[in-house]
């Protein structure tokens, strides 16, 4: 038997989501939206039925608005929600994004109890905390998408920067996902080379800038919607990580109980992600500096999620 992925959200992510499971052959892939864009994930579903000759991969993609086809999920990703338009913060979407995680989060439960769920809708930590929450989900079955991505911007821009192949460039990105994050040039490596060896502390800085904004740069080039093809990659690589059981260990924002002296706030932090799902979060030594920087966005985060009243 085929796993089965569903997809809550068929827009923008949710469809290059449904591309990229399907080219990797994970499963079945079900989309889920509401009710008045359910014809046109229909429409994207058969779209992607029909590129299985040449993409050569077996997979049934159907979409629906009813949670019951959902059931049984092995895995769920959720887009669902609105995303920024220019001049926007992330946090700006907490109110309208909350009443659809909510509503998300209950049709889950009932139907994908078992379901390994990544959460990519904005603001992320917030939201990721009310999934829990309302799902009541244990702490290694729900992560969010942040900073898989964030990393992976990070690694690309110091690709671009240094004229080297980013497949050598390994480092990560911890804390929320927004301005305060905290890309830790002292681990990113180039080949095994520090950074710090190859980067002057002016190009680290700009660097470090850039990667904090990323997604506000993309939001200003588009004007209205924000980026879908990395943050759809970002969550397959989770995906395929559990379903694969291969033990990657990515950046997710994850129930903190102790870890980094936080409590009860899902945040970035590098985990292992297993067949078990959130298997183990790690924790890194940080300098004072780091420590200083961590405590910023992990303030931030609260304050968000102090927010959502739930
Ligand atoms: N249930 C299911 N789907 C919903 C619901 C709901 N209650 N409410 C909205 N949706 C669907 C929309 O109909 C739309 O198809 O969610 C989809 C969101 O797609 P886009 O608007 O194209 O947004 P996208 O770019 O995919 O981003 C989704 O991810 O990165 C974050 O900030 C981004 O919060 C945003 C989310």
């Known amino acids: 038997m085929r796993k089965k992925i569903a997809l809550i959200g068929g827009g ?9 499971a399907a080219q990797k052959e994970l499963g079945d892939i079900v989309i889920l939206d509401v009710p008045d864009y359910a014809k046109v994930c229909q429409g994207k579903a058969l779209d992607l039925m029909e590129m299985a000759p040449h993409g050569n991969y077996d997979a049934n993609i159907t979409a629906t608005s009813d949670y019951q086809d959902i059931a049984g999920a092995d895995v769920v990703i959720v ?12 946090e700006d979407l907490l109110n309208v994004n909350i009443k659809i995680i909510s509503e998300v989060a209950k049709g889950v439960k009932q139907y994908a109890p078992n379901a390994f769920c990544i959460i990519v809708t904005n ?10 929450k309302v799902t009541g989900f244990p702490k290694h079955q729900v992560v969010g998408m942040a900073g898989t991505l964030d990393t992976a911007r990070w690694r690309a821009f110091i690709a671009m920067e240094l004229g080297v192949s980013v497949a050598d460039v390994a480092g990560t990105v911890l804390g929320g996902h927004g301005p305060d994050m905290v890309p830790l040039p002292r681990l990113t490596t180039i080949g095994g080379v520090p950074l710090s060896e190859i980067a002057t502390p002016e190009q680290i800085e700009k660097l470090i800038a850039r990667t904090r904004e990323a997604g506000t740069e993309i939001v200003k080039l588009f004007g209205k919607g924000s980026a879908f093809f990395s943050p759809a990659w970002s969550a397959i690589v989770i995906a395929e990580s559990y379903l694969k059981d291969k033990r990657r260990v990515l950046p997710c924002a994850a129930l903190c109980e102790g870890e980094y002296g ?3 706030l899902f945040i970035g932090v590098p985990c292992l992600i297993s067949g078990k799902g959130m298997e ?15 405590e910023k966005t992990i303030s931030s985060v609260t304050k968000t999620v102090s927010e959502c009243q739930i």
Do not use: C, S, W
């Open 12 to 20: 923008q992510i949710g469809q290059i989501l449904a591309m990229l």
């Open 79 to 90: 887009t669902a929600g609105k995303p920024r338009e220019a001049g926007m913060t992330r």
């Open 123 to 132: 603001p992320l930590d917030a939201m990721v905390y009310v999934f829990h």
């Open 262 to 264: 936080i409590n009860g």
């Open 280 to 294: 183990k979060i790690f924790e890194i030594k940080l300098t004072d500096e780091e420590k200083a920087q961590f």
